[in-house]
C-alpha cells in the first residue's frame, strides 16, 4: 500500500506546564523542529521559567497559559484558558506534555470545550508516581480514563510505556525514546576534562561526583546527601555537586553534609558532565532522564536508581545500577568509582559507545511522523479523533501563530535559532512504534 503524502503544513499547538528541567527542553526542540519542517507551531506555557526564552530563541509562537504544577480549585480555570487557546489557534493537533496539561486538555467540558482536536499525550513521567495513597489511586484512574481521549499516547522510554500497560492504562502507545543530540554533546577527553575543572574553580585531582536535576522529591537528592558521609570516609576530600534547583533545596541546604557545593541550573550541562568523575541520578521514579543520556554522550559514568526510565540507559559496563532509596547502596557504587578512576574512565568510554543509541534527530522524525499521521492526509480529522485532512482543511481563516496574543513571537519559517541553541540539551530518541488500543 502506497504511503499517504505528509500535509504540506501541519498545524501544532503544543501544551505545557513545567518551563524549567527535561520536559522544558523536550517542548523546545520538539516544536523548533516542526518549525524547520514549514509547519505553524505554538507552545502553551506559563510565562516564567526558561521555556519562554527558549522557545523565543528557536522562533517559535509563545502563548501565555497560567497554571500552577499541581492540580486543586483552579484546575477548571486552567482547562477553560487552554481550550480558548485551542480554539483561537485551531490546531490540526494538540500535543500536551506531563501531567497538569494531559490533565486540562483532556477534562470533559461538555458543550465548552469546542470542536474536537486529535490529542497526543505525553506522560513524561505518569502522574501516579508522584503521589501516594488516596492522591495516587485517583491519579491512576484519570490516566484510565482519560486514555480514552487520547489518539496517540508518546511514552518517551520503554519502562514508561510498560508501567502504563502494567497499571491497565489501555492507550494508543506510541514509543518514542528521549535522547540526546550528539553534535553538541561529544566525548570530553582529558584536556576538556582539565578546562572545565579549571574554569568551575575545582582543583583537578579532587574526586568529583555530578547530580543533575530540579532538587525535587523525585530526583532523590535526599538520598545522595544520606550516602554523602560513608562516600567521604572512603575518599576523604570528595566533592558532591548539586546542580539544579527546586522545592526541595532549602531543607537539602539546610541538612548537607560537608562535601556539598549546591550550584544555580545551568542552561549548558556539558562542563559540569565533563568535569564530574562520576554523574549520579538517585531519582524515585522517571521517565527517560535526559541528562542520563547527556552524560553518556560526555562520556562519564553513571549510577542511577533502578527504576524505570533510568535501567534502560546504563547498560552493562556503563556504570551501575542501585536500589531507589538506598543511601548505602548508593555509597558504595560512588565510592567505588571515585576511588578507581581508571575502571570509572573504561566505564566513561562504554558509556560513550552506548550513546549511539539515542540519537536526538530519531526522535524528533518520528515524533513528526506520529504528528502527521493525526493530522492525517484524507479530510479533515472526524468527531471520533480519527486522522483527517489537514491539507483538505487548510489554513484558511485561521490565526497566524504570531498574531494570536500580545507578546507571540512567529517569524518566517526557518527564522532563528533551534532550541538547542537556547541551552542545547537533548530532547529524545527512536523505539519504533508500539500500540495498543484504546478501550
Not at 526564552?53 to 480549585?73: D, F, K, M, N, T
Not at 477548571?76 to 489557534?89: H, K, N, P, S, T
Not at 558532565?273 to 552524560?295: F, Q
Request: aromatic share 4%; with cysteine.
Amino acid at each position: 500500500m502506497a504511503d499517504r503524502a505528509e500535509p504540506a503544513r501541519v498545524r501544532v499547538l503544543h501544551a505545557g506546564q513545567p518551563t524549567d528541567g527535561g520536559v522544558a527542553v523536550y517542548i523546545a526542540q520538539a516544536a523548533a523542529d516542526q518549525l524547520r519542517r514549514g509547519w505553524e507551531v505554538a507552545v502553551a506555557c506559563p510565562p516564567d521559567g526558561a521555556l519562554a526564552g527558549r522557545l523565543l530563541a528557536a522562533g517559535v509562537a509563545y502563548l501565555p497559559w497560567h497554571a500552577g504544577r499541581a492540580p486543586g480549585p483552579g484546575t477548571f480555570r486552567e482547562a477553560l484558558d487552554l481550550r480558548r487557546i485551542v480554539r483561537r489557534f485551531a490546531p490540526d493537533v494538540l500535543h500536551l506534555h506531563s501531567a497538569k496539561a494531559g490533565l486540562a486538555g483532556r477534562l470533559p467540558l461538555g458543550p465548552l470545550a469546542g470542536p474536537p482536536v486529535p490529542t497526543i499525550f505525553q506522560p513524561h513521567g505518569w502522574s501516579w508516581l508522584a503521589a501516594t495513597g488516596a492522591q495516587a489511586a485517583a491519579g491512576l484512574l484519570w490516566e484510565r480514563y482519560a486514555a480514552r481521549r487520547t489518539e496517540a499516547l508518546v511514552c518517551v522510554g520503554t519502562g514508561e510505556l510498560l508501567q502504563g500497560r502494567e497499571a491497565r492504562v489501555r492507550a494508543p502507545y506510541r514509543l518514542i525514546r528521549n535522547g540526546v543530540d550528539l553534535g553538541h554533546y561529544t566525548p570530553a577527553g582529558p584536556a576538556e576534562r582539565r578546562a572545565a575543572r579549571a574554569a568551575l574553580g575545582l582543583p583537578e585531582g579532587t574526586p568529583l561526583a555530578v547530580c543533575i536535576g530540579r532538587v525535587t522529591r523525585q530526583k532523590g537528592q535526599d538520598v545522595l546527601l544520606a550516602a554523602w558521609p560513608a562516600v567521604r570516609r572512603r575518599c576523604p576530600g570528595a566533592l558532591l555537586a548539586v546542580v539544579g534547583d527546586g522545592d526541595a533545596l532549602p531543607r537539602l541546604r539546610r541538612t548537607a553534609p560537608p562535601g556539598v557545593r549546591f550550584v544555580p541550573p545551568v542552561a549548558d550541562t556539558r562542563g559540569w558532565l565533563a568535569a564530574a568523575d562520576v554523574v549520579v541520578l538517585p531519582s524515585r521514579w522517571e521517565g527517560l532522564a535526559l541528562v542520563a543520556l547527556e552524560a553518556l554522550a560526555r562520556g562519564r559514568p553513571l549510577v542511577c536508581s533502578n527504576v524505570p526510565g533510568l535501567a534502560e540507559v546504563v547498560q552493562p559496563g556503563s556504570g551501575a545500577l542501585v536500589p531507589p532509596e538506598d543511601p548505602g547502596g548508593l555509597a558504595e557504587a560512588v565510592a567505588f568509582r571515585l576511588a578507581r578512576p581508571r575502571e570509572a574512565a573504561a566505564e566513561g568510554r562504554a558509556a560513550a559507545g552506548a550513546a549511539g543509541e539515542f540519537d536526538l534527530s530519531g526522535t524528533l522524525a518520528l515524533l513528526s511522523a506520529v504528528t502527521s499521521e493525526l493530522a492525517g492526509a484524507d479530510g479533515g480529522a472526524g468527531s471520533d479523533g480519527g486522522a483527517g485532512s489537514a491539507g483538505g482543511a487548510g489554513l484558511a481563516g485561521r490565526p497566524s501563530a504570531g498574531g494570536l496574543a500580545g507578546g507571540a513571537f512567529r517569524p518566517g519559517p526557518g527564522g532563528g535559532a533551534g532550541a538547542g541553541g537556547a541551552g542545547g540539551e537533548a530532547g529524545g530518541e527512536t523505539g519504533g512504534g508500539t500500540e495498543e488500543p484504546a478501550e
